[in-house]
Structures are given as structure tokens and as C-alpha cells.
């Protein structure tokens, strides 16, 4: 599908480079990294959710028997009171969803610990990250323009490029979730240098990455930012909304 938006706008906006490649071979695996780009299972959550109940309960849990059942039926009387399946490692009250995912491109935007479960003994490593969707024939060339300007406060532009991602895409501020980090795995692109022609991790410019975070705090305005993040945002935007406006200027012109 062709480009919808105005190509190079972003790069133009990011002093030449929206994505760049990471090269630092003595870090080895680079983990998990604020501001790279990773792929995770990302859930459907406006989608029907499905849940499994019992058919037929047997103490001996390889010969129970489950069914599907949508969970706003609103079973949760019909359930056994205390069902801690080892198979499924569920606790007494814990239950069993079926939803939807898909992997998708993620930008790791911040990282936290927990250890709620298992105080003091168990840390669990999450990062809060921002699903990334590829624009749609469905969508208009004013719909992608309009996520272009920063108007849209639940959506930001991310260009396609290499490195970076194939394909126009919008980060989906609505869709932010904290993912363990092992169900992280790097993004990675085929670099264009002849002489490292291989597979490398991609991450967003500096610049490129307080846009993404500024935008983030328009939508949630108590978020913890850097005071960076905010001052270059509202001049990126304006930088964005400015040269736009030339374009088109110069279009009407023509």
C-alpha cells in the first residue's frame, strides 16, 4: 500500500533520522531497552473475551472437561467455588481467558518491578510499551495527516524506513501495557551497510523518542516525563504543524 502520509516529514523533523541501528557488540544480547523496538503478543481487548468453565470436573485433572462460554454471560455463580487446576497453574479463584493477540512491533517506553506475588523473595522485570498497528486501506490520507499533525491524542505517527519499521504505523496510546520482559523479543531489521549486512536491533533517535513520550503526556498528563520530553514536544509539534502547512502551501501554488 502506498505511503499516506508526507514522506520524510518525521526524519525531517529529527535532525535527518527517526530510527537508527544498535551496533554495541560488547553488550551482547541488548535485552530489554527504553526506546528500542521490540515484538510482543499484543490482546485484542475491545474483542469479545472467552473464558473456560467446567463440563465435567474430575479430581484426576487429564480427564476434566472444559467448554467455551463469553464471559459477560456473567457464569461466575455456575463456577466451581475452588478450582486450583495445577495443569493451568490457577489459584482457587484464578480464571482461564481466551482472547485474541498478535504479535506486533512495540516501542518499550519505560520499565518497572514487582514483586506483588511473592513480597520481598520475587522481582518480575515489566516494561510498559507501546503497541505499534499498520494503517489500513480503510484509513484516509487525511486520517493518517491528522496523526501526523499530533492532533489525535490516543494515536502517534511512526514513519516506515530502514532501519525502522516497513510499513506507516501508529502507536496506539489507548493499547499501553506493561509486558514481562520475557515475552519481549528484539525488532530487527537487515542493515543497508554492505560491510555489516546482517540483522540488527533497531531504536528510536533521541529526539524521535521524547516526541513519542511527549505525545504520551498530552494523553496522561500526570505521567512522569523529563521536562526534555515536554519542551522538545511542543516544538516538535509545532516544527511538525509548520512544515506541513509549507507543503501545502506550496502545492496550492503549484
Known amino acids: 500500500m502506498p505511503n499516506k502520509g508526507i514522506n520524510g516529514l518525521y526524519e525531517y523533523c529529527c535532525d535527518g533520522k527517526f530510527y537508527d541501528w544498535h551496533f554495541n557488540e ?12 521490540y515484538k510482543a503478543p499484543i490482546f485484542y481487548k475491545s474483542d469479545e473475551i472467552f473464558t473456560l468453565t467446567e463440563d465435567s470436573y474430575n479430581i484426576d485433572e487429564e480427564k476434566a ?13 455456575d463456577r466451581l467455588a475452588h478450582r486450583p487446576y495445577k495443569r493451568f497453574n490457577l489459584e482457587s479463584d484464578d480464571d482461564l481467558m481466551l482472547l485474541k493477540c498478535k504479535i506486533r512491533p512495540v516501542l518499550v517506553v519505560k520499565g518497572a518491578r514487582c514483586d506483588w506475588r511473592k513480597p520481598y523473595n520475587y522481582f518480575s522485570n515489566l516494561w510498559l510499551c507501546l503497541p505499534i498497528f499498520s494503517y489500513k486501506d480503510r484509513h484516509s490520507q487525511q486520517y493518517v495527516i491528522n496523526d501526523q499533525k499530533l492532533l489525535v491524542p490516543h494515536r502517534f505517527y511512526f514513519p516506515p524506513g530502514l532501519p525502522g519499521l516497513e510499513e506507516e504505523c501508529a502507536g496506539l496510546l489507548n493499547e499501553l501495557q506493561f509486558i514481562p520482559e520475557q515475552n519481549l523479543s528484539p525488532f530487527k531489521r537487515t542493515c543497508d551497510d554492505r560491510e555489516i549486512s ?3 536491533p533497531v531504536r528510536l533517535t533521541r529526539d524521535a523518542f521524547h516526541s513519542v513520550v511527549g505525545h504520551v503526556a498530552q494523553l496522561l498528563p500526570d505521567i512522569e516525563i523529563s521536562g526534555q520530553s515536554r519542551i522538545w514536544y511542543d516544538f516538535f509539534k509545532e516544527l511538525i504543524n509548520e512544515r506541513i502547512s509549507d507543503l501545502m502551501s506550496r502545492e496550492r501554488d503549484h
Open 26 to 37: 560488547d553488550s551482547g544480547e541488548i535485552g530489554s531497552r527504553i526506546g528500542y523496538l
Open 198 to 200: 546482517m540483522e540488527r
Open 65 to 77: 472437561t472444559f467448554r467455551i462460554t463469553k464471559f459477560s454471560a456473567g457464569l461466575r455463580g
